[in-house]
């Protein structure tokens, strides 16, 4: 399933970005680009999330006695070389009147950039920064979140067929999930914060701008800080069983809050001008594409085993093992193009 999850979110982020399409019956690119370029994405969040030595202990680092200086710069030169595949490939189009009524996201950063500079960077290392922000930081957490969220229903079989039934009363069996049913689905919306509460990637790291106390502690301008999102989201003195997971709280004791930053008991994306900028892409895509999953297929695991929910080193907080799911045809055979 992470396969499976991970290709449908490389397609929907490439698209906007760069208007690639790597995997399907139309897709523009090689299968082996398209593995390179998830490898390197998954590659980069372990990486980040790694205890370097050289980090805590700064006159080390020239020794790279982990070896994992030397991985990030690898890790760098292939994200770099697709990246600067993509925007040359963008270059010889617009020279040759080539491009796309369609402009994705590196043609109309090419465009603002010819005409201003924005950074003391030259264009085309803007242009590549901005887009590897945007994918790395959308493909790969989309679906380690689909992920969590179907492992999580996997082991709790009322919850997966109470998001079935309400599927079925809300859209039936005649015909696919549309966008404008997600309003309606409100518990399969529970399904996705809960899991963002249990399973949310780590926040990434932030630099104190000036001098503070936090909790007593002095804390120096240029402090890197991390804001621990799991502990925050399992406090016992605001969640009842905190590590279990429930839905329904949701629905009722913690109906009004939401994940968009402006309850700190609940901050899977980061809160205040710092926050994810891709939670309305996050919010419409994750719910879709599990009510969608949930709508067509009736998912098992082999011989009914539970599903091992131990997480991945890294700061994604992806999991340590594959999710290898039995699919069973929900709709008539005339759904699945048979």
């Not at 690119?29 to 994405?41: L, P, S, T, V």
């Not at 070896?67 to 030169?77: F, L, R, W």
């Not at 201003?116 to 930081?137: F, P, Q």
């Not at 009510?291 to 991945?312: C, I, S, W, Y």
Request: glycine letters at 6%; proline letters at 4%.
């Amino acid at each position: 399933m992470k396969r499976w999850f991970g290709d449908l979110t490389l397609n929907l982020i490439l698209r906007m970005v760069a208007g690639k399409r790597y995997f399907g019956s139309n897709s523009s690119c090689d299968e082996i680009e398209a593995r390179k370029c998830q490898k390197g994405m998954r590659d980069f969040f372990r990486l980040l999330g790694l205890f370097v030595i050289g980090d805590a202990i700064p006159y080390l680092s020239w020794l790279d006695l982990q070896g994992y200086k030397k991985e990030m710069k690898n890790t760098a030169k292939v994200l770099d070389s697709i990246f600067e595949g993509w925007l040359e490939e963008h270059k010889r189009k617009r020279l040759s009147g080539e491009m796309n009524k369609d402009k994705d996201f590196m043609d109309v950063l090419m465009s603002i950039l010819e005409h201003k500079k924005i950074s003391e960077y030259d264009n085309d290392t803007v242009n590549k920064s901005a887009c590897l922000s945007i994918v790395t930081g959308g493909a790969d957490t989309t679906m380690v979140t689909l992920t969590w969220i179907l492992s999580l229903l996997l082991n709790n079989k009322h919850a997966l067929k109470k998001a079935q039934d309400e599927l079925d009363r809300h859209v039936g069996k005649d015909r696919h999930v549309e966008e404008s049913d997600i309003k309606n689905l409100v518990y399969l919306q529970a399904i996705v914060k809960e899991a963002m509460r249990l399973h949310s990637p780590l926040a990434g790291p932030r630099i104190a701008d000036a001098d503070c106390t936090v909790a007593g502690y002095h804390v120096p301008a240029g402090t890197r800080l991390i804001v621990n999102t799991s502990k925050i989201q399992r406090d016992p003195l605001v969640w009842s069983e905190p590590s279990e997971f429930r839905p329904e709280r949701f629905l009722t004791s913690h109906v009004n809050m939401d994940v968009k930053g402006l309850h700190y008991e609940l901050i899977p994306f980061g809160a205040g001008r710092r926050a994810c900028p891709g939670i309305s892409l996050t919010l419409q895509v994750v719910p879709l594409v599990m009510a969608r999953f949930l709508h067509v297929f009736e998912p098992k695991t082999q011989m009914d085993m539970p599903v091992d929910m131990t997480e991945f080193e890294g700061i994604n907080n992806a999991r340590a093992t594959p999710l290898e799911v039995v699919l069973t045809p929900r709709l008539r055979p005339e759904f699945y193009g048979f």
